[in-house]
C-alpha cells in the first residue's frame, strides 16, 4: 500500500501562531484529504485536495501531486485548534483510504 | 454535513458476548469502509465494501465480519468479544474516488 508520513508528530502553539503541517506520499494519488479529530474522537472533514490549493477560514491546504506531498496551514491558531490532524490517500483503483500517523496539535492560552 | 450514523457510541461488554456494531448511510453512497483506531495512534482499514453483496478485508487482520445486504446499511460483528478488541471503531463512506465521510465512532471496551 501507500505509505504516508506526516510531520511535525507534535506540534505545541501559542494562541495566534501560525504552523505547517506536512504529508509526504509514496505513489501516486487521486484521493487526498485531511482531517482533524476532535478529543470525542470524531474525524471531521477538512479539505479533499487530491490537488491545487483550498481555503477555508483560517485554515488552507496545498497539494503538490507531482511532487508527493501536501501542507495544511493553520493560521492565527485557537486553542479549538487543538487535536490530532490527519492526511489519508488514495488510489481510485482500489477505493481505500490510507492514513498517516497524526500530527498532534496543542494550541496553549 | 455528512449523513452518516454509527451505534452505539460507547459499549463496555463482557468477554465472549457476541456484538454488532451498527453504521448506516443515507448518502447513497456506494463503498463502505471499517477503520480500527487504537488510542492515540493512526487508522487502519479492516474491511471494505463495494457495493451491495461485496465485502473484502482490509490491511489490518481482524477476527470481525461484515456483511452488506443494503446499500445504506454495513454492520460489524464479533462472535466472541475479548479484551484485545477494545478499540475505536470508525465507518465511513464515499462514491467512487470522491471524499470519503466517517461517522462518530463506537468506543469499544471489552472487561
Known amino acids: 500500500g501507500i505509505q504516508v508520513e506526516q510531520s511535525p508528530p507534535d506540534l505545541i502553539l501559542q494562541e495566534g501562531a501560525n504552523s505547517t503541517l506536512r504529508c509526504n506520499f509514496s505513489?501516486?494519488?487521486?484521493?487526498l484529504q485531511w482531517f482533524h479529530q476532535n478529543p470525542w474522537g470524531q474525524l471531521i472533514n477538512l479539505f479533499y485536495?487530491?490537488?491545487g490549493t483550498k481555503q477555508n477560514g483560517r485554515l488552507s491546504a496545498t497539494t503538490v501531486a507531482t511532487e508527493r506531498y501536501s501542507l495544511l496551514y493553520i493560521s492565527s491558531s485557537q486553542t479549538t485548534d487543538s487535536g490530532v490532524y490527519f492526511c489519508?490517500?488514495?488510489?481510485?483503483?482500489?477505493?481505500?483510504?490510507?492514513f498517516g500517523a497524526g500530527t498532534t496539535v496543542t494550541v496553549r492560552a | 454535513e455528512a449523513d452518516i450514523y454509527q451505534t452505539p457510541r460507547y459499549l463496555v461488554i463482557g468477554t465472549g458476548k457476541k456484538i454488532t456494531l451498527e453504521c448506516s448511510q443515507t448518502?447513497?453512497?456506494?463503498?463502505m469502509y471499517w477503520y480500527q483506531q487504537d488510542p492515540g495512534m493512526e487508522l487502519h482499514l479492516i474491511h471494505y465494501?463495494?457495493?451491495?453483496?461485496?465485502?473484502e478485508k482490509g490491511d489490518l487482520s481482524s477476527e470481525s465480519t461484515v456483511s452488506r445486504i443494503r446499500t445504506e446499511h454495513f454492520p460489524l460483528t464479533l462472535e466472541s468479544a475479548r479484551p484485545s478488541h477494545t478499540s475505536q471503531y470508525l465507518c465511513?463512506?464515499?462514491?467512487?474516488?470522491?471524499?470519503?465521510?466517517f461517522g462518530q465512532g463506537t468506543r469499544l471496551t471489552v472487561v
Open positions: 465511513a463512506s464515499s462514491l467512487v474516488g470522491y471524499e470519503a465521510f
Open positions: 505513489d501516486s494519488v487521486n484521493n
Open positions: 485536495i487530491p490537488s
Open positions: 489519508a490517500v488514495g488510489r481510485s483503483n482500489d477505493y481505500k483510504l490510507s
Open positions: 448518502m447513497g453512497h456506494d463503498k
Open positions: 465494501s463495494y457495493g451491495v453483496n461485496s465485502t
